[in-house]
């Protein structure tokens, strides 16, 4: 077992690039499966949800090879249509893999997703689109056994919800299929558009990718590409969070900023001074930061639920009260007892959560609930005095390269150790 253990307080200062982005990896990853040939996909992040997803491509009988950051795949030799259960179980993004294979194969068999667990999170929307372009789908035991008879034809599908992976899904099956699909109300985030450029770099038809509706003209076969993944602007966020929480100036590269519309207010409303560059912003925090009101979380360009944990995390020691309102996901905030473990002061109702900011967090020996929630911790630790050590690193190894290394790049004192059981240390 893995946990990471910062030495606090340290203020951040220097320069870092930013990583490729988790959730447009994953599903360009699942798009290489599409019409066979070669992708070759620059900036493609170490994370152990793109391991997940590698696995996947090779038991599906797709060859994967990794130099560095580039991962190129060629799904002509694949054979399979099934994907085994504990890779279904790995991470939610598995999901997004249906789109792709049932445009390839006649009858294909795939369990439920995982990823964090945030409260339920149904596939319903994803089912039922997929049902409209011609899909089968039987349900029996959580096996989702789907049949694809006449081929995929395009269809007017019309989503309850701006969901980011049913519209993808939706966008991965239609793109080789006969006749135009229009998506209502379609999920606008940047990874969305990013998903179109890779797919439109092969060949496809996408129009108003990144808007409310999306047009796709289905093509006979898509040919091989080289394209760059997007950078992650939820890791963004969360180094912005650390240089706020420790009252340091740091400087992240390789980053786009008109994808974090709705997050950099948030820091200027806390005193931070912000400069932003074309593709760069350089954060200076406060000798004291100022409450935030009301940051509620919404589909984009709203303010995005993956960077809420995050900058609640630098808000616990803002003066003043900050008050988060998590419309997304039922079940976000499982970092606050940890936080509050560390000295924090957050009181969670239903979907909302005041944040009373505290003087000064102290190190303690808390745990990575899920992905963001984890690295939220490692923002307060950063910022404590004294030793945080965090378990369930595991979660946090799923969106972000290395975080340790990082923040290290950044002057924080932060490592990662390998403890055996009964050297663990209790939590009390
Ligand atoms: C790998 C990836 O890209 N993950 C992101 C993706 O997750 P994901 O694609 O799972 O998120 P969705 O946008 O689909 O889900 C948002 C909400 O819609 C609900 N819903 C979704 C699908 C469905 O069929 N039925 C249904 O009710 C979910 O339970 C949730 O309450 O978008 C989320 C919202 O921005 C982010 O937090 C995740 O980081
Ligand atoms: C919730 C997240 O990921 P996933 O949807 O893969 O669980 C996330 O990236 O914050």
Redesign the pocket.
């Known amino acids: 077992m893995e946990r990471i253990v910062i030495d606090g307080p340290r203020r951040l200062f220097g320069e870092i690039d930013v990583h490729g982005a ?2 447009s990896a994953l599903p360009i990853l699942a798009g290489s499966l599409l019409s066979g040939g070669e992708t070759v996909l620059h900036n493609c992040p170490r994370l152990t ?1 793109v391991d997940a997803a590698i696995e996947i491509l090779r038991v599906l009988g797709c060859t994967v090879h990794r130099e560095s950051n580039s991962v190129t795949i060629n799904s002509d030799t694949m054979t399979q249509s099934e994907i085994p259960e504990e890779l279904m179980h790995e ?3 598995s999901i997004v893999f249906l789109g792709a294979m049932v445009s390839r194969r006649a009858h294909v068999r795939l369990s439920f997703p995982g ?2 667990e ?1 409260g339920p999170r149904p596939i319903d929307l994803h089912i039922s689109a997929l049902q409209q372009l011609g899909v089968l789908v039987d349900e029996t035991h959580g096996i989702l056994d789907c049949r694809v008879e006449n081929g995929l034809h395009g269809a007017k599908i019309m989503l309850a919800f701006p969901s980011v992976g049913a519209t993808e899904n939706i966008m991965l099956a239609a793109v080789t299929a006969k006749g135009i699909t229009e998506i209502h109300n379609a999920a606008q985030e940047p990874e969305i558009v990013d998903l179109a450029n890779y797919l439109i770099s092969r060949g496809a038809k996408i129009r108003d990718a990144g808007k409310s509706t999306v047009y796709i003209e289905g093509v006979a076969s898509l040919h091989a590409t080289e394209y760059t993944v997007m950078p992650d602007r ?1 890791v963004t966020a969360t180094y912005l969070s650390a240089a706020a929480a420790t009252g340091g100036k740091i400087t992240v590269h390789r980053v786009v900023p008109s994808d974090l519309e709705s997050v950099l207010p948030v820091f200027e409303q806390a005193g931070c001074k912000m400069r932003v560059y074309h593709d760069a912003i350089t954060i200076e925090g406060p000798g004291m930061l100022h409450a935030v009101r009301n940051i509620r979380t919404l589909p984009y360009p709203g303010f995005p639920t ?1 960077a809420q944990a995050p900058v609640m995390a630098f808000l616990t020691v803002a003066s003043g009260t900050s008050v988060f309102v998590e419309t997304i996901f039922e079940n976000r905030y499982k970092h606050a007892g940890e936080l509050c473990r560390m000295g924090a002061d957050i009181k969670i109702e239903g979907k909302v959560a005041v944040v009373r900011g505290v003087k000064k967090l102290y190190g303690a020996n808390v745990r990575a609930t899920d ?2 929630g984890g690295a939220a911790l490692v923002v307060a630790g950063l910022a404590a005095e004294g030793k945080t050590r965090i378990s369930d690193v595991l979660h946090i190894d799923r ?1 972000y390269e290395s975080i340790e290394h990082a923040f290290r790049t950044l002057g924080a004192q932060i490592d990662r150790e390998t403890i055996t059981l009964d050297k663990e240390v209790p939590r009390a």
Do not use: P, T
Request: hydrophobic share 30%; proline share 0%.
């Open positions: 988790k959730n949800d991470m939610r993004s990823g964090c945030l939820i993956d992905l963001r969106g």
